[in-house]
């Protein structure tokens, strides 16, 4: 008999490292995984340089703000493509050395066979958690939304329908509805848009950022944050 995933479950109530790109579906997954269970940390790869976030393009810096506030440690190692799946691997090693039993990721669209994650889970003796797994991405979003969290577009697809006046908007429930009226997926899932979350429930303070010179890359524009000062966050 074929195996029952339980991904969308795979998390409660079991100390877990979440994979964190700093966006809001990695941080509405990390949040919805809090609400049961115990978070070790954040797992981030870094580009090869170690100057960039891997998936967002986020500098360090921002992105241990955006963990010194949700008061988790962050497991990060840069990687090139050829050797990431090898350092991802040490990463969850060194999480279930802390006490993970669970990796928790933001993804909600993944084959039920051949899922990446599945693997390198399995390989390093870990649970499977997709909090926002075969979610609705209207309602995921929504939910982001109604939560509180508050997200800035910081990286757009231009050949997709993306406009460089996107970047630097908070999503809401007008921009979502002006987004789907474009013809664009509300959660990006086409890789249209990457955000970057300030604010919400599981953040002690906002994240002081300013907004940069947005810079262009073949059809990409992308909107650089950086911190306005140094951030110090209670305990």
């Not at 050949?159 to 996107?166: A, H, K, N, V």
Request: glycine residues 12%; proline residues 5%.
């Amino acid at each position: 008999m074929e195996e029952i995933k339980d991904w969308k479950n795979g998390a409660v109530g079991r100390p877990f490292i979440a994979s964190f790109s700093g966006g809001k579906d990695s941080v509405l997954a990390l949040y919805k995984g809090m609400q049961t269970g115990k978070a070790v940390g954040l797992i981030v790869m870094l580009e090869e340089e170690g100057k960039r976030s891997r998936s967002h393009g986020m500098p360090p810096e921002l992105i241990q703000a955006q963990a010194d506030s949700i008061g988790l440690p962050v497991f990060t190692a840069a990687a090139s493509w050829e050797g990431y799946e090898a350092v991802f691997m040490e990463l969850l090693t060194q999480a279930k050395n802390q006490g993970a039993e669970v990796l928790v990721t933001g993804d909600l669209d993944v084959p039920a066979h051949g899922c990446w994650h599945e693997k390198v889970t399995q390989n390093a003796g870990l649970g499977l958690g997709m909090p926002l797994w075969e979610m609705d991405h209207r309602e995921a979003v929504e939910e982001f939304i109604d939560l509180g969290f508050t997200t800035i577009v910081v990286t757009v697809n231009l050949s997709l329908g993306m406009r460089e006046e996107d970047l630097g908007r908070t999503l809401t429930h007008d921009y979502i509805n002006e987004l789907e009226a474009r013809g664009i997926d509300p959660c990006g899932e086409g890789g249209e848009f990457h955000t970057t979350v300030i604010d919400g429930p599981i953040f002690k303070q906002p994240i002081p950022v300013r907004k940069c010179t947005i810079r262009k890359e073949g059809v990409y524009a992308f909107l650089p944050l950086e911190l306005t000062k140094a951030v110090e966050f209670n305990s």
